[in-house]
């Protein structure tokens, strides 16, 4: 089992950045797919962001692709999701979690999930 605690969200300005971090306990984080969703109010849980185990693929969704880059550093056992060109629709509560799935973009594939980081983007 993998504990995960997102961190780094704010408020910024549009245009700003902002680099969330997933830090994992336990040993076994190398093996998972890291993934990072968003859900802003009133809104379904959506795929932001993924990266394989060994960090060799990334995948993205068309709305951040050139905006956002996804990382991770397994000897810290760590993700990151750095988040550049801020928009307002950005403005959401972000989370990670993990899978045994490549590709992987939908919740049902994912579990260990984290609290989540609010990340709000004003105009």
């Known amino acids: 089992q993998v504990q995960l605690v997102e961190s780094g969200g704010g408020l910024v300005q549009a245009g700003g950045s902002l680099r969330l971090s997933c830090a994992a306990s336990?040993?076994?984080?190398?093996?998972?797919?890291m993934g990072w969703f968003r859900q802003a109010p009133g809104k379904e849980r959506e795929f932001v962001a993924a990266?394989?185990?060994?960090?060799?693929?990334?995948d993205y969704t068309d709305s951040v692709k050139g905006r956002f880059t996804i990382s991770r550093d397994n000897a810290k056992t760590t993700a990151y999701l750095q988040m550049n060109s801020l928009k307002s629709e950005d403005t959401a509560v972000y989370f990670c979690?993990?899978?045994?799935?490549?590709?992987?973009?939908?919740?049902?594939?994912?579990?260990?999930w984290g609290q989540g980081t609010q990340v709000t983007v004003s105009l």
């Open positions: 979690a993990t899978s045994n799935r490549w590709p992987s973009t939908q919740t049902s594939e994912y579990y260990n």
């Open positions: 336990g040993r076994t984080f190398s093996r998972y797919v």
């Open positions: 990266i394989m185990a060994n960090g060799g693929l990334t």
